[in-house]
């Protein structure tokens, strides 16, 4: 699996990540295509450089050349309501998920 991410956060009791694919359950392309941004968005705030920086915790990913969102696990316990309406999302809609340790 060739994934690129970035720099890992911190540990916590809660570790790994999830990749959420941008794929239903029935193999159907999920949109609109731009969800991921935005809900990458939320939580991603400006720098001083004036350009949005995504969260550790929360950004896009490319897993095997398909763009993904990365969630840390980790945010059920810096944002557990964050984490919450994520989850909510990605069951609601119906989305593939895995668990990726090594990310």
Known sequence: MDICLGNGAGMS????KLVVES???DGRKFRPSDWIERISTTLASFGPDHRLHYAESVK???VNG????VVDQSLQDTNPAAYD???SFVRSNRLRTHEDNEA
Do not use: N, Q, T
């Open 23 to 25: 794929v239903v359950e």
């Open 60 to 62: 896009p990913g490319v």
């Open 13 to 16: 009791k809660h570790s790994g």
């Open 66 to 69: 398909e763009k993904c969102l």
């Open 85 to 87: 309406y994520i989850m």
